[in-house]
């Protein structure tokens, strides 16, 4: 059986163009929540820093098979997707040799799909489709980001909330819908998340408020503050939610993540009317 993209799986390119803005680290809490309140969910690092992977305590050496494996030679992703120490958390970890890619491919039949094609294979035997696929995407538009937005069904943007903000918000708009002229025509914005809120600072409260107004509902209602124990967690291979759960990081990540099953369920619920 194949992912059953339409009625089940749900996948979302974790993407902002502008780097710095907690990108990974949604990727990593936002994944570790979904997985506490009951979802099965796939990590696809993408980008070759490999920063998930180490967040989500993927030793570098342990890495045999990652996404390079799976985008230029063909390996499934059941093969190479790793269960973390997470229950019902799995990813599929990157390396350097992600940084070649580009050159790799650059004569490669269907070469902005190879992910997609990736994702919709059947399932092998004994493995059941996930609930969410996350794509930690590169700070940059490059081939990995195009296969990533390709395979997506949404975009999910981490959105600091700092003076040059939207600026980097346009860059991504414009992406997205290049991707939907060329690419992946049914590619949406899933939402926004407002991250490294300060409460204390009135310019946080000033750019929430312009995120807010600009695109309505698409910003989630969950914000992510800034937490020490969330820039404290990468460094000991953990996601916040295991290293500290009663902080207000990982708080706000449970939160997102029952906005985000909500929104999922009333989208389905509006496709089945």
Do not use: W
Not at 68 to 93: K, M, N
Not at 176 to 183: A, D, G, P, Y
Not at 225 to 232: D, F, I, L
Not at 233 to 259: H, M, N, W
């Amino acid at each position: 059986m194949a992912l059953e993209r339409e009625k089940r799986t749900r996948v979302l390119a974790v993407s902002n163009q502008k780097g710095g803005v907690g990108k990974t680290t949604t990727a990593i809490n936002l994944g570790t929540a979904l997985a506490a309140i009951g979802e099965k969910v796939l990590i696809v690092d993408m980008d070759p820093q490999g920063n998930a992977s180490t967040g989500l305590g993927v030793p570098r050496e342990t890495r045999r098979i990652t996404i390079y494996d799976v985008v230029v030679d063909g390996r499934s992703i059941h093969e190479a997707a790793v269960q973390t120490s997470v229950p019902g958390l799995f990813i599929i970890p990157a390396d350097a040799d992600m940084s070649g890619v580009e050159i790799e491919l650059s004569q490669a039949d269907r070469r902005s799909y190879r992910l997609r094609d990736a994702l919709e294979k059947p399932a092998e035997a004994g493995h059941t489709a996930y609930d969410y696929v996350l794509i930690d995407c590169p700070p940059s538009l490059n081939l990995l980001t195009l296969n990533a937005m390709a395979a997506a069904d949404g975009v999910l943007v981490p959105l600091q909330c700092e003076f040059f903000a939207l600026e980097g918000l346009t860059q991504l708009m414009k992406t997205i819908e290049m991707v939907r002229q060329s690419l992946n025509p049914s590619l949406e914005i899933q939402g926004l998340v407002l991250t490294m809120y300060d409460r204390r600072n009135a310019l946080s409260g000033q750019v929430a408020a312009d995120v807010r107004s600009h695109f309505g509902d698409k910003v989630y209602d969950a914000v992510i503050p800034r937490n020490v124990r969330v820039s404290e967690a990468p460094s000991f291979g953990k996601p916040v939610l295991i290293y500290d759960l009663k902080c207000t990081g990982s708080q706000a990540y449970l939160r997102l993540a029952k906005e985000v099953v909500g929104r999922e369920r009333r989208r389905r619920a509006q496709l089945a009317a």
